[in-house]
């Protein structure tokens, strides 16, 4: 009698077992569909920190999505994470990986509502480890604002945003220091145009931040001019677009290509010129032109997206974002790979 007892709390036990890990399985297979969105390469490990977004419209606060993925490029799966402590649910975050402390920092983003969109909380999250710790606040009313890491001086750098209060773009460039938990607000003497949700990136070759694209607070589009920033000098640099060129775009996605010494930009919402889509683009810094890939195929019209470049695989990586089929808050969940050498875009969604 007892021990069939015994069976029977194993059985019971696996039963449960079995459930617990079908769960995580189901949901692991791949996150939902969801646009701003936000994600970082871990280059340690090799995995893609994704963190939130939102799936839905943009009032609602169901909408607002606060899990924790991982991402591995070589094998080509998800890995939802479940850390005891994580921030609460938000979108339009920023993530940034940063290589001295391993540790992927997160700011800003927002929950529900216009007014309540707004956060200027600092997290890092550790992947080894599996843990969100709660850093210093940042900036405050920086909506839409872009972060990125410069690997030479070890800070992260942000610019731009949107005072959703008395409504106008933020053209402050901020730094954060994780040894010391500090922001500090840097005083360059030219600063871009303010704007919010545009392109930027870190260009580790010539260590400079560089950011394009957005629009002005009445909606027109900004000058189509790359500038960059150098942390060392506290400058900002404009260098005018030449030649052939993307026209100004909002909530665009930009990373450098270390391999192939080139910043792709693709996605977005094109402003000035609708009719010219918004394509695969590759900028140069040394010469400071553009070129237009024109690969085919190519990831269709997307926007509120999330790229990375991952070094392991020398491969662009893009998920999610806001397709263009006519209705808003449509999202997708496709995640691609682009490929500088052949000029290749692949789809990964399993």
Do not use: C
Not at 77 to 93: E, G, I, L, R, S
Not at 264 to 286: C, K, M, R
């Amino acid at each position: 009698m007892k021990h069939n007892k015994r069976i029977s709390i194993v059985v019971v036990l696996l039963m449960i077992g079995i459930m617990i890990v079908g769960t995580v399985a189901a949901e692991s297979l791949l996150p939902s569909p969801r646009g701003y969105v936000s994600m970082a390469y871990d280059n340690q490990s090799k995995q893609i920190v994704l963190f939130g977004g939102q799936t839905g419209p943009w009032p609602l606060r169901t909408s607002i999505n606060g899990e924790t993925w991982a991402y591995n490029v070589k094998n080509n799966t998800w890995a939802q994470m479940f850390p005891k402590k994580k921030p609460n649910d938000k979108a339009a975050a920023s993530l940034a990986y940063d290589t001295k402390s391993d540790r992927v920092i997160m700011f800003g983003g927002g929950n529900t509502g216009l007014l309540g969109f707004m956060t200027s909380e600092t997290w890092a999250y550790n992947y080894n480890a599996n843990t969100w710790k709660k850093m210093a606040y940042g900036p405050m009313d920086y909506l839409g604002a872009r972060l990125v890491y410069d690997s030479n001086s070890d800070r992260m750098i942000l610019f731009g945003g949107l005072n959703v209060l008395d409504w106008y773009l933020q053209d402050g460039t901020w730094v954060y220091d994780d040894d010391t938990n500090t922001w500090t607000e840097m005083n360059p003497a030219v600063s871009p145009p303010g704007r919010n949700y545009q392109a930027m990136t870190y260009d580790s070759k010539t260590d400079r931040v560089l950011t394009w694209g957005g629009m002005y607070i009445d909606e027109s589009p900004l000058p189509e001019s790359m500038w960059a920033y150098d942390y060392n000098t506290d400058t900002w640099v404009e260098f005018p677009a030449v030649g052939t060129y993307p026209h100004s775009r909002d909530y665009a996605a930009m990373v450098y290509d270390s391999e192939s010494d080139r910043t792709i930009l693709f996605g977005g919402v094109p402003i000035a010129y609708p009719e010219e889509g918004v394509g695969t683009w590759a900028y140069d810094y040394n010469t400071h032109t553009w070129e237009q890939m024109n690969p085919d195929p190519e990831p269709p019209f997307v926007s509120r997206h999330a790229m990375v470049y991952s070094e392991a695989t020398d491969r662009v990586i893009l998920f999610g974002g806001e397709t263009d089929d006519g209705v808003l808050f449509t999202y997708t969940n496709a995640i691609w790979a682009y490929d500088f050498n052949t000029n290749t875009w692949t789809d990964l969604t399993p």
